[in-house]
């Protein structure tokens, strides 16, 4: 089995976009005619990133209805977390869970944000193969509805858990499987762990890299964020 080197998370209720969420999981919704984890799997295919995990909960059968097992040349394998436990394990646990379907080192994206030109790019990841750091997260201008930001940039390319000037995370990463040591390897036991203090503790430790991205980003957390999106060509 061939390791793969992507995970996009997929398993969120979404409370906060219903009642569109009550039928539809939420990266399934369109912006501007195609569903929101469609543009990261193509830009992950065009990266050649050709295999890759989804996560799934919250009306996961209709993401494997939709996609199958591959779709624009792009493999796919899933981690069905509501099947296994009745109900999604938070970011961390849900990367946890499906630590043995990926490789040593992986991209983490999103399903429900919207960032089609961000490009998942092979040699930012060779790049960070071949550093010593145990995570690189891209941050993003701080959003109206996140106006304080949620971590620092170093002048030399450090995440910082503490800084005057803070970013917004973009739920966008280049993790090792080594970031997760101490959890349970495959988390057996379906345990629920954020991702957040994970960071926060390997920022202390000086162990995670970061870069600002500036190209289009929207958190697509609410029915009106979608209908923006889709007014606007």
């Excluded at 920022?203 to 697509?220: C, F, I, K």
């Amino acid at each position: 089995m061939t390791l793969a080197t992507a995970m996009i998370l997929a398993a969120g209720r979404g409370e906060r976009m219903r009642p569109l969420t009550d039928s539809c999981p939420k990266p399934l919704l369109a912006v501007r005619g195609k569903p929101l984890m469609g543009y990261h799997l193509e830009a992950l295919g065009r990266g050649g990133f050709l295999d890759v995990v989804v996560n799934t909960a919250w009306l996961g059968e209709q993401i494997e209805a939709h996609y199958g097992q591959a779709a624009g040349g792009v493999r796919i394998r899933y981690s069905h977390e509501g099947k296994d436990f009745g109900g999604a394990l938070e970011t961390a646990g849900g990367i946890v869970r499906a630590l043995p379907l990926l490789d040593e080192a992986f991209w983490i994206v999103a399903g429900d944000v919207y960032m089609p030109a961000f490009e998942f790019s092979a040699a930012a990841f060779e790049r960070f193969v071949a550093g010593g750091k145990q995570a690189h997260i891209y941050l993003v201008p701080n959003p109206e509805h996140n106006p304080n930001g949620d971590f620092g940039l170093s002048a030399d390319g450090l995440a910082l858990n503490q800084a005057p000037r803070r970013h917004t995370y973009s739920t966008t990463g280049i993790f090792r499987q080594s970031f997760f040591d101490g959890q349970p390897h495959g988390n057996p036991q379906g345990l629920k762990l954020k991702l957040a203090p994970l960071l926060r503790t390997a920022m202390d430790r000086g162990q995670v890299s970061a870069e600002l991205y500036t190209g289009p980003w929207t958190d697509v957390g609410t029915p009106e964020r979608l209908t923006l999106l889709n007014g606007s060509a």
